[in-house]
Antibody, heavy 119, light 107 residues
Framework: QVQLVQSGSELKKPGASVKVSCKTS????????MNWVRQAPGQGLEWMGW????????TYAQGFRGRFVFSLDTSVSTAYLQINSLKPGDTAVYYC????????????WGQGTLVTVSS | DIQMTQSPSSLSASVGDRVTITCRAS??????LNWYQQKPGKAPKLLIY???SLYSGVPSRFSGSGSATHFTLTISSLQREDFATYYC?????????FGQGTKLEIK
């Protein structure tokens, strides 16, 4: 089964950019869809969107269009989330999670990456 | 967008209790309903998919039921390791929305 390992915590200033990585192993990345989920401090889970790992086509949920970019590097089996023009409200744990077409449940999840935006 | 509403938002229970958490969808989602468990500082873990299918390795004290707009997660006999936050999620229609969570605490 696929395993996901995310990059480490980041501390950024407002206006900067951050790129979170999600490295997959154990199976072929193209068999799965890659989802991104945000969890603000003390809050619930929010689906940000997904990227088609066969075509590289991203789909963004409302509220994550414009500053958020999903990408892939299939040569290293890694998905990326880039957030531009960071705001303090972007402070959250960001998770990647795979799903398979059909019931599309999310499993497994990466361990999460805390992004803190503070001046 | 489909709205997912969980109840209760929090719940206090004792080891050995039977507990039920409810999730309602704002429109029919057939059986495209998943349940996750999240412990503090950890990623969510899949418990139940397709409303009632127990995911591999998940203890049989967990069960799910329901269809269309009304779903339940039941833990038949609470164990200490079950105290956590539980989320439902619909994967019928994008955007895939989560319920707001139910925090299960020790009484």
């Amino acid at each position: 089964q696929v395993q996901l390992v995310q990059s480490g915590s980041e501390l950024k200033k407002p206006g900067a950019s951050v790129k979170v990585s999600c490295k997959t192993s154990g199976d072929t990345l193209s068999k799965y869809a890659m989802n991104w989920v945000r969890q603000a401090p003390g809050q619930g889970l929010e689906w940000m969107g997904w990227i088609n790992t066969k075509t590289g086509n991203p789909t963004y949920a409302q509220g994550f269009r414009g500053r958020f970019v999903f990408s892939l590097d299939t040569s290293v089996s890694t998905a990326y989330l880039q957030i531009n023009s960071l705001k303090p409200g972007d402070t959250a744990v960001y998770y990647c999670a795979t799903s398979i077409s059909g019931w599309s449940m999310f499993d497994p999840w990466g361990q999460g990456t805390l992004v803190t935006v503070s001046s | 967008d489909i709205q997912m509403t969980q109840s209760p938002s929090s719940l206090s229970a004792s080891v050995g209790d039977r507990v039920t958490i409810t999730c309602r969808a704002s429109q029919s989602i057939s059986r495209y309903l998943n349940w996750y468990q999240q412990k503090p500082g950890k990623a969510p873990k899949l418990l139940i998919y397709a409303a009632s299918s127990l995911y591999s390795g998940v203890p049989s004290r967990f069960s799910g039921s329901g269809s269309a707009t009304h779903f339940t997660l039941t833990i038949s006999s609470l164990q200490r390791e079950d105290f956590a936050t539980y989320y439902c999620q619909e994967t019928d229609t994008m955007p895939y929305t989560f319920g707001q969570g139910t925090k299960l605490e020790i009484k």
